[in-house]
């Protein structure tokens, strides 16, 4: 078995940031070539000295207000959570490399700790696996042999010393069930012992899923420290057996609307998603950079199933120049014949919304929606699960019947299909509501929308997939059934 060390996180500054930097110091030099003109047309009227004196100061103040700004957000983002994170937390499992021979231990501990894993097939002698010392730790595990369950336990670690098992993904493509859910966040503290995710927790831990995609917003706000203690306080019960893998949400990743106005004291940016979540992403090639602009989106293969995770927070993403855009391509297009092409993203780029005159439903497309359904067209994705809105919606969207969306006109994809699922309603106070059936809504493709607490069971079983809705106490809401096309 081998080992990844663990991380040090934010501490060299981007190509981008170097030039933001010299950008911003040309713009200061010609700002104070203007005031230095502006004083020597005034020096009649005014005393010279004191001009030149008023003209350095503006000068020196916009480059120091310049420098802060970009060391706060692009040079050096330090989680707050390195430094203020009063829990021991974990342990919970990831992927990073091919899920067949490897597995990421993750815990993180309040005080800085050692990071050592015990590790070994069930019933015989463990090994030991150690990573750097720190407080966010996260341990690879290599050298695992595939369809293999093992177990394992976080040393130096007095709030779980428990044994976990595991198991790898198979060597080949046979049957397996994954879990998703989405928004678990906890609605700003309110009403904890009405928190939707625990029960939904519970349900999903008797499933006999083999990981869990999370469609992001884990956390009420990224920079809010309880939030992340309430998330994954919760979670261990499932996760430290099943991977889970949270794409990137506008309340991990964001700094506002926090209910607690104390905890907006320490800057985020999402660096606090990337200290708890090791994933690895697809750019920039440094990945030990935390940046605003950092595009958080990563890619794995489990059995005959490629799981695509979307960043919908980057400032790019309505803008065809988003270097996401042709990692998208590359990865679906390289994708092996016979894969199933599952993407996991947060905003729902394809929804419905109740008419401006409140009587019925129409399409609703999220502004990035031009750039990536194409893509998604174009590579024959077969389903997107999205969270985002609080509810859970199914739409079989098929190109040329639904309504029309500017840039993916092409001919060539009429027919095509693609399921879009938003499952946005697993945190929050546990609800059940009535649902909107088809009679109600006569959009095609449309099944169902529900506001009520939620998670999903997805069961991949050849050329099939099976998705099904379930409430906290594990009864059915929806269940459909797909197929590829011509089976």
């Known amino acids: 078995m081998g080992v990844r060390r663990a991380r040090i996180l934010g501490h060299r500054p981007s190509a981008v940031a170097a030039v933001l930097l010299g950008l911003i110091f040309a713009a200061c030099v010609g700002v104070s070539s203007v005031i230095g003109l502006a004083a020597w047309l005034a020096a009649a009227a005014f005393d010279w000295l004191w001009a030149m004196l008023a003209c350095a100061v503006v000068a020196i103040s916009i480059t120091a207000a310049a420098w802060v700004w970009l060391h706060r957000h692009i040079f050096e983002i330090v989680p707050s959570a390195s430094f203020a994170h009063g829990f021991d937390e974990g342990p919970w499992l990831s992927f990073r490399g091919d899920p067949r021979h490897s597995i990421v231990v993750n815990w993180f501990t309040k005080e800085d700790s050692a990071s050592r894993v015990e590790c070994g097939l069930r019933g015989a002698s463990p090994g030991f696996v150690a990573g750097l010392p720190g407080r966010a730790h996260h341990v690879e595990i290599g050298g695992l042999e595939p369809g293999t369950a093992y177990s394992y336990r976080v040393l130096d670690f007095p709030k779980d010393g428990a044994f976990h098992g595991f198991k790898t993904a ?47 917003d884990a956390t009420d706000q990224g920079n809010d420290l309880v939030s992340w203690h309430e998330f994954l306080d919760a979670s261990p019960r499932i996760i430290a057996s099943i991977p889970l893998h949270v794409a990137a949400g506008n309340h991990d990743t964001g700094t506002h609307a926090l209910a607690d106005r104390s905890q907006k004291q320490y800057p985020d940016d999402g660096a606090n998603y990337d200290f708890f979540f090791d994933y690895p992403y697809g750019t920039p090639r440094d990945e030990d950079e935390i940046t605003a602009m950092r595009g958080r989106f990563f890619s794995f293969t489990y059995s005959n199933c490629l799981f695509v995770f979307v960043d919908t927070q980057t400032n790019r993403l309505a803008n065809p120049r988003n270097p996401q855009w042709q990692w998208l391509r590359r990865v679906l297009g390289s994708a092996p014949a016979g894969v199933w092409k599952v993407v996991v993203m947060h905003r729902d780029a394809v929804s419905i919304k109740t008419r401006k005159d409140a009587v019925g439903y129409e399409m609703d497309y999220d502004k990035f929606a031009p750039y990536i359904l194409p893509i998604f067209l174009e590579h024959d994705v077969d389903v997107v699960f999205q969270g985002h809105d609080h509810k859970y919606l199914h739409l079989a969207y098929q190109h040329g019947s639904n309504a029309p969306l500017p840039g993916a006109d092409d001919g060539a994809w009429r027919g095509k299909v693609i399921h879009f699922v938003t499952s946005g309603a697993g945190g929050n106070l546990l609800r059940r509501n009535d649902p909107v059936l088809p009679e109600s809504c006569t959009i095609p493709g449309f099944t169902r929308l529900e506001n009520s607490s939620h998670f999903l069971v997805v069961d991949v079983h050849g050329d099939e997939m099976s998705i099904e809705a379930r409430y906290h106490d594990g009864s059915s809401m929806e269940r459909l059934s797909i197929k590829r096309p011509g089976i």
Do not use: C, I, K
């Not at 998703?180 to 012992?193: F, H």
């Open 170 to 216: 198979p060597a080949s493509p046979e049957p397996f069930r994954f879990a998703v859910v989405g928004d678990t966040q906890n609605g700003g503290g309110s009403s904890p012992e009405r928190w939707a995710y625990p029960p939904l927790l519970r349900a999903m831990a008797a499933s006999g899923a083999s990981l869990v995609a999370h469609a992001g």
